[in-house]
């Protein structure tokens, strides 16, 4: 990213016009996932304005039709059209890497074909290491920034993720790899409402996806029509959680416009192709900290936080830590995420950890950033619940999964 862009782009952030999704989407494909990040950081932006950047989940510009037919005929399989009774050209939805067309299989399979849009590769890549230099120049100025949130790790974060989401084989594996984990604890924490399209994989590569159409609405769908009940979201925390803290293979990208569910309440997870691995030492520092929180144990669950120190604070510095953690969490449990934020509480818990000698990096963020996706789902679709308490017995449900008590222990 140009430095003129980068500034466009700030703009864009912090100006008191209306965010121009349009002006965003003509910056490149980096400037559409770094403001689908932004659109999580109400403690950095207004929060209208990161409502209105969460348009670009699901609005993206389509290209022309003959230029879809040229691209099938450029990458699909051969054979391709052979199987098909029918492909409408003209795609009936878009995001920011590709789009989707629907069509019929010969044996009358109502189908979806995912097709990447551009050759984004070579300029996202150009973009990403232009900003590597700006933010290292203001890391030179202000080093503490390492520690805090780590831009470098940050943007190596998108940089990974949005690279395996232009290679559609990663969506595929990342299925197969969410239903293996899935399978293995489901004796002792089974997920039913847990779900995932079928793949025609002979007929798949790293351009084009076959999948079976999902007609069901999206979970930014159910927000917008108020139709995402409570249970639903605690429901969606349960499976999602399992992952990230049990398992520690999980969706890395599950923004609302990654999920639908049905009328039953059941949950079909798409666009897989960002799996994410949080080491076992962050997923327990992380697990620990909100369990014993939900149970009112704050000396506890901070103490939870500080496993994630290279070497623990003594004297002055932890006491230090104590004292800016009670004062941040005095009478945060019960409090609706209308009043507090978690995003926000979550990244002034990081500065009062960084202090302490805790490292919130490349590591850690793949997990603050799916927290910080619930947060903004339960601020739009039930902003006077008090999460961290409804967390609770889903959190204690993990003690299968892990044990909270071992976390301590291994400070000790």
């Known amino acids: 990213m140009k430095l003129g862009t980068f500034i466009r782009f700030f703009r864009q952030l912090k100006g008191k016009k209306p965010v121009d999704i349009d002006a965003i989407q003509s910056m490149g494909l980096l400037a559409v996932k770094l403001g689908q990040i932004f659109a999580l950081r109400p403690d950095l932006i207004e929060p209208n304005r990161c409502i209105e950047l969460q348009q670009l989940y699901s609005r993206a510009a389509t290209i022309p039709e003959e230029d879809s037919q040229n691209l099938l005929d450029r990458f699909a399989p051969e054979g391709f059209m052979d199987h098909f009774q029918s492909i409408e050209m003209k795609p009936f939805a878009a995001a920011s890497i590709g789009q989707i067309h629907r069509a019929v299989m010969n044996d009358g399979s109502k189908v979806v074909i995912k097709i990447i849009k551009s050759d984004f590769e070579a300029s996202f890549k150009r973009d990403v290491q232009r900003m590597k230099r700006w933010i290292r120049m203001g890391l030179f100025f202000n080093p503490r920034l390492r520690k805090v949130g780590n831009p470098i790790g940050l943007l190596a974060h998108i940089e990974d993720y949005t690279l395996r989401e232009l290679n559609l084989l990663n969506e595929i594996d990342g299925r197969n790899q969410l239903k293996e984990k899935a399978a293995e604890i489901e004796q002792h924490f089974p997920m039913p409402k847990l779900k995932f399209p079928h793949v025609w994989e002979h007929l798949s590569n790293q351009h084009i996806l076959v999948m079976e159409e999902i007609t069901h609405p999206t979970l930014e769908d159910h927000l917008e029509a108020a139709t995402l009940t409570w249970p639903d979201m605690l429901e969606l925390f349960r499976i999602h959680g399992a992952f990230m803290f049990g398992i520690g293979t999980f969706h890395g990208d599950l923004h609302p416009g990654n999920a639908m569910m049905d009328a039953d309440g059941n949950f079909v997870f798409i666009d897989t192709g960002a799996i994410c691995n949080a080491p076992k030492h962050v997923r327990n520092a992380l697990f620990g900290f909100f369990y014993f929180l939900a149970r009112g144990e704050l000396k506890n669950a901070f103490d939870a936080m500080l496993t994630m120190a290279a070497v623990q604070p003594t004297g002055g510095t932890l006491q230090t830590y104590y004292d800016s953690m009670n004062e941040l969490y005095d009478g945060f449990v019960g409090t609706s995420v209308s009043e507090v934020s978690l995003t926000e509480q979550m990244m002034k818990t990081v500065k009062a950890a ?59």
Do not use: T, W
């Open 354 to 412: 960084v202090l302490a000698g805790c490292a919130f990096g490349e590591e850690a963020f793949p997990i603050i950033r799916s927290l910080m996706y619930m947060d903004g789902m339960v601020l739009k679709g039930h902003p006077s619940v008090d999460l961290i308490s409804s967390m609770g017995p889903y959190l204690d449900e993990f003690s299968v999964l892990i044990d909270p008590n071992s976390i301590l222990e291994s400070q000790a």
